[in-house]
């Protein structure tokens, strides 16, 4: 008999790919109705940028097509983006479920290019994203983001006065640039922080979100630590180039990531290979190649993906249209959509984990 039961039954066996688990056991699925020939349920994902979707939908799909009396399968695809495991030293931040820190040995490799990237392709896959611009001696996201001349409100809060984020392309933002004076000496900046970083995450009114993206500042050093040390992180993304100094300088923040214990979730090689816009079939390999992945399978984490050098992927940051809403199609654009998912894929394997 065609029933509620029979249907979690013949799709116990599909497993979620990445987490290696049966989707009904996970309660993926969901509110499953049946009217006469035709079944519909809701396939509850861990994250709306799952770079697996269609294949489980599909998944699913035949699985269910094999019952008998079974003619049309309808499946409402949601997400519901795990919270991070909790760390019992660590306090997390209320209403945020995964931190995820965006850093890179060495600067100018395009750490900021890539964090707002990701931010706006999880945002516009449906997720809750923040971006924390903690990049103190270039905070450049708001200009990548269109919100160079944005302001941030201080209001009055349940617990005391909160900063409200500026907001474009679905995505919350915070920056140092809309604290420090431009004119303002580097050496200055340092010793606030440590400060500011932990007001950036306590008392900013970001809402709730699936995923706060933190840019940070090059190199390894307090901001790293501060971060680390104050609040329970999903995770770390290194950018890199090809190049083998930027490899190196990529090395020794992925340990650092590791020695405070913070999930190197994977490397992203940026400027892979440049792309001429007149001859598009062209690829050159400007930085060198197959650095990213030989570092990747030396440290024995995953590479991400290689973003290409495209002229116009600097022009979108200068114009404040991040590539991948300026010009979805384009290889550089398509590579960071990709990171995205896979960042997102990772941080909920490592939540069921
Ligand atoms: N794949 C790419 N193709 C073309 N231009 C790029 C690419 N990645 C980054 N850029 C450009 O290189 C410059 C530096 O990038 P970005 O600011 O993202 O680097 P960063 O590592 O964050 O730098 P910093 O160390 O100053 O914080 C920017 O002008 C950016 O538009």
């Known amino acids: 008999m065609l029933d509620t039961q029979s249907v979690l039954e013949v799709l116990r066996p599909v497993q979620d790919p990445e987490l290696q688990k049966s989707l009904v056991d996970l309660n993926m699925i969901r509110n499953v109705q049946i009217e006469g020939d035709k079944v519909s349920f809701t396939l509850v994902l861990t994250t709306p940028a799952c770079p697996l979707r269609e294949f489980i939908v599909e998944d699913c799909q035949n699985a269910v097509k094999q019952l008998p009396g079974v003619e049309s399968v309808e499946v409402e695809v949601t997400a519901e983006t795990p919270q ?39 945002a516009d896959k449906g997720a809750k994203v923040g971006l924390l611009d903690a990049d103190i001696y270039g905070p450049n996201a708001p200009n990548m983001l269109g919100l160079g001349n944005a ?56 809402g709730e979100l699936d995923y706060l993206i933190v840019d940070m500042p090059p190199g390894t050093g307090d901001a790293q630590l501060t971060l680390a040390q104050a609040v329970p992180m999903a995770g770390a993304v290194i950018v890199t180039t090809p ?111």
């Open 84 to 122: 991070q495991k909790s760390l019992p030293d660590r306090q997390s931040v209320p209403g945020i479920k995964n931190i995820i820190a965006v850093s890179s040995g060495k600067g100018g490799v395009g750490k900021s290019s890539v964090a707002v990237n990701i931010a706006v392709a999880l």
């Open 151 to 206: 302001n941030v409100m201080v209001k009055q809060g349940t617990n005391g006065e909160v900063l409200e984020p500026a907001f474009n392309y679905g995505v919350k933002l915070v920056s140092m640039a809309f604290l420090i004076d431009p004119d303002q000496p580097v050496i200055w900046r340092g010793p606030m922080l440590n400060g500011i970083i932990r007001q950036f995450l306590y008392q900013v009114e970001w």
């Open 243 to 353: 190049q083998t100094v930027s490899l190196l300088d990529a090395r020794r923040g992925l340990k650092m990531f590791q020695q405070l214990g913070v999930n190197v979730l994977g490397i992203v090689e940026n400027m892979s290979y440049f792309i001429p816009p007149d001859l598009p079939e062209k690829k050159y390999d400007l930085f060198g190649s197959g650095g990213g992945e030989k570092t990747a399978q030396e440290l024995n984490v995953p590479l991400l993906g290689c973003v290409p050098l495209e002229i116009s992927l600097r022009e979108g940051g200068d114009k404040g249209i991040p590539i991948v809403i300026a010009e979805p199609d384009s290889a550089s654009a398509q590579a960071l959509v990709s990171v995205a998912e896979q960042v997102a894929a990772k941080v909920s394997i490592a939540a069921f984990a």
